[in-house]
């Protein structure tokens, strides 16, 4: 089967997206079958692409762009002149120009296309009336044709059921992880040696994009009622900065918690897996979360985690983490309860290590998508 994989940008900066793209494409390629990326010259990472071995990674140059919105002429003359060679496309996010002429040319040319939004269906934090404006013109009519549509979680298959799609083509999908990766880990403490955090200082690690969604403000303000009653504990901030550092590192400073708080900046490969190795907790605050990735990384590293109620996979984490309200009380307890209970925190973190290795591992989760090109006519 010759697999087109169609994604916006392509830097492991943009996390979960890019890295399901990534490691779906290769994980196709292993079982055989022909697969190609195009995306565009924002932010691409070559090294990251070229480590993709056997798959063509093809960045088209973009000419302007309103926000993540990237208008890139080169893919519609290339999608003209190649789609129809394809046995089935997939269409990573939504509301992307991509998306728009690559739903054009595969209607026009009868090739059969899935959509998996990430998450981007709903209408929220930024550009409202433009996303309805997408949608008018181009996005409702994308999700009407597609053979399917990937949702990650019951939460966004409602959503798509909202958009007028019909619940048959909604395929609930998991993301998945890729195990391998975590074979060969950094030894324990080299996170530690390298910023001069002591060993027996408890890590709590947030890692994600420092975007307001993110919650980030809401984890400081609860790590400050933490260290009222906890001195030995530290928090960890990583990622790339999306128009929040400025206003996180001003809070900080107006609650005195510099010497308690790290903001490491975006840490990547075997950098990354020694922050996880070294952490005690996960915790990810945000507003609006539709799969992330991140949570099941800690559980590989048999972390537990805290996320919000606002994340559509609060049900998966009962037993693997605990899930509070957006309210930095809240958030602080259950902090202090997981500082406080080495058994109920260790507990959680071997479930979630099991849950990963049992579901959610990149191989169970790539049959269910090959099934899907196959069921929607992905193979001539």
Request: with cysteine.
């Amino acid at each position: 089967m010759k697999a087109l994989q169609i994604i916006p940008y392509f830097a492991p900066r943009w996390g979960g997206d890019v890295n399901v793209c990534y490691n779906l494409s290769k994980e196709l390629n292993k079982l055989g079958h022909d697969v190609t990326i195009i995306t565009t010259d924002f932010e691409y990472d070559p090294d990251y692409a070229q480590s993709l071995k056997n798959i063509e990674v093809i960045p088209f140059r973009r000419v302007a762009g309103l926000g993540l919105f990237l208008y890139s002429p080169g893919m519609k003359r290339w999608l003209r002149s190649n789609i129809s060679k394809y046995d089935i496309v997939h269409l990573h996010d939504f509301r992307s120009y991509q998306n728009s002429i690559s739903c054009k040319y595969a209607k026009k040319f009868n090739v059969p296309y899935v959509v998996q939004p990430h998450g981007s269906l709903p209408r929220i934090v930024e550009k409202k009336g433009l996303k309805q404006l997408y949608d008018v013109v181009w996005g409702n009519k994308a999700l009407k044709n597609a053979g399917g549509v990937i949702a990650l979680t019951t939460v966004e298959a409602k959503q798509a059921i909202t958009m007028g799609v019909d619940e048959n083509r909604i395929h609930i999908i998991a993301n998945g992880v890729d195990l391998s990766q975590f074979e060969d880990i950094p030894r324990q403490g080299e996170f530690r040696e390298t910023y001069n955090i002591p060993f027996d200082v408890r890590v709590i690690l947030f890692l994600g994009r420092l975007h307001p969604i993110k919650g980030i403000d809401l984890l400081i303000s609860a790590f400050k009622e933490v260290v009222k009653e906890i001195e030995d504990c530290m928090l960890i901030i990583v990622g790339p900065d999306d128009g929040s550092l400025p206003g996180l590192k001003t809070l900080v400073k107006s609650l005195n918690l510099y010497s308690n708080i790290l903001f490491t900046g975006p840490l990547y490969g075997r950098n990354k897996l020694a922050a996880y190795r070294d952490a005690d907790i996960y915790v990810l605050p945000s507003y609006y979360e539709a799969f992330p990735m991140t949570v099941l990384e800690a559980w590989a590293f048999q972390e537990p985690v805290i996320v919000t109620e606002h994340c559509a996979i609060k049900d998966l984490v009962q037993d693997a983490g605990l899930v509070v309200r957006s309210d930095p009380c809240e958030l602080a307890a259950a902090l202090k309860e997981y500082l406080q209970h080495d058994t109920l925190r260790h507990y959680h973190g071997q479930n979630g290590y099991m849950k990963i290795h049992r579901d959610f591992s990149i191989q169970i989760i790539t049959q269910k998508i090959e099934a899907l090109y196959r069921n929607i006519g992905g193979e001539k």
